[in-house]
């Protein structure tokens, strides 16, 4: 029998991602997810009910991508973690992980600092939550 393989996109919401079995997971820009009503980060609540559609796939994967915001959401706290049995982490201004970029050339693109520190160095803000 052929197993089937579907790819599917879903909204960063507890409900929308539970009852299913997944292999992979690539949940892109963690750090910057917001409710619709409440405007917070439900990250870490969505990523509790994706880890169960894992739970009979031994080689599944959840990818957390993203731009560093704050220093106390998810994707923060999973990355201040380090290298565990778990999970392994990177780390990647936008110049180092695209080489047809430059910092020079992301500092044009974006002339606000902070902005360009959350956006292209990676680097998160000790005033934002996330």
């Not at 393989?5 to 507890?14: G, R």
């Not at 992979?24 to 439900?42: F, Q, R, Y």
């Not at 990523?47 to 560093?68: E, F, V, Y």
């Not at 992980?97 to 002339?111: C, G, H, I, V």
Request: proline share 6%; with cysteine; net charge negative.
């Amino acid at each position: 029998m052929a197993e089937t393989i579907v790819c599917k996109t879903f909204a960063a919401t507890v409900g929308a991602v539970s009852g299913f079995t997944s292999i992979l997971v690539i949940a892109d820009e963690v750090a910057k997810w917001a409710d619709k009503d409440s405007g917070t980060n439900p990250a870490t609540e969505v990523l509790a009910a994706l880890r169960p559609t894992m739970a009979t796939q031994d080689a599944g994967r959840i990818i957390l991508s993203s731009s560093a915001v704050g220093l106390r959401d998810a994707h923060a706290t999973s990355f201040d973690l380090g290298e565990t049995p778990h999970q392994c982490i990177a780390l990647a201004p936008s110049w180092e992980a695209n080489p047809t970029l430059t910092e020079a050339k992301t500092r044009s693109l974006e002339p606000h600092e902070p902005t360009w520190r959350r956006e292209y160095a990676s680097i998160p803000s000790a005033g934002a939550n996330g």
